[in-house]
T-cell receptor
């Protein structure tokens, strides 16, 4: 595609439910990143994929968060048993090669946990 | 701990005023530095980056930034702002040759009055 695509753009869920957020990176981009931005805060790194493997998962805040990437393309971020503090914009970015030399960001998924 | 500090949360300027947004980082070793910008309703996009060489780097739309190693700073400047520069600006750092995480500041919102 022309850019990084994320879906859904908005998600409202009830506390305790599971959610899945999807990211379609730019075709051919081997590196994929997930960030979270809470209101009034900077971007918080969650996880990085190089191909289908995740060499850096250090930012995942708890074991309720997981992510996978298949076919060196689509990635899914799953949050289980959502909590109100999970409310944030979840941003996905991709880059052509390993290393964040130039990240292309999607428009994000606004997650609201009621 | 690795971190990026942006001094101003919100800057309000009139058109044609000069701009300087502060950015200081804490990161061991050689760094790569970035400024990203998010215009209203748009994706985050790269404004400029520093990897090595001339510490004064020029980006799109007349922006420039200067890397001062002794001050751990990478301030963003523009001699004369326009209304269209209204956006949120994020400074970011990563280790040179890093394959992963880009550490972002909390962002500075710039409002330019016509």
């Amino acid at each position: 595609g022309a850019g990084v695509s994320q879906s859904p753009s908005n998600k409202v869920t009830e506390k305790g439910k599971d959610v899945e957020l999807r990211c379609d990176p730019i075709s051919g981009h081997t590196a994929l990143y997930w960030y979270r931005q809470r209101l009034g805060q900077g971007l918080e790194f969650l996880i990085y994929f190089q191909g289908n493997s995740a060499p850096d998962k250090s930012g995942l805040p708890s074991d309720r968060f997981s992510a996978e990437r298949t076919g060196e393309s689509v990635s899914t971020l799953t949050i289980q048993r959502t909590q109100q503090e999970d409310s944030a914009v979840y941003l996905c970015a991709s880059s052509l090669e390993g290393g964040p030399k130039k990240l292309f960001f999607g428009s994000g998924t606004q997650l609201s946990v009621l | 701990a690795q971190s990026v500090s942006q001094h101003n949360h919100h800057v309000i300027l009139s058109e044609a005023a000069s701009l300087e947004l502060g950015c200081n980082y804490s990161y061991g070793g050689t760094v790569n530095l970035f400024w990203y910008v998010q215009y209203p309703g748009q994706h985050l996009q790269l404004l400029l980056k520093y990897f090595s060489g001339d510490p004064l780097v020029k980006g799109i739309k007349g922006f420039e930034a200067e890397f001062i190693k002794s001050k751990f700073s990478f301030n963003l400047r523009k001699p004369s702002v326009q209304w269209s520069d209204t956006a949120e600006y994020f400074c970011a750092v990563t280790g040179a040759g890093s394959q992963g995480n880009l550490i972002f500041g909390k962002g500075t919102k710039l409002s330019v009055k016509p």
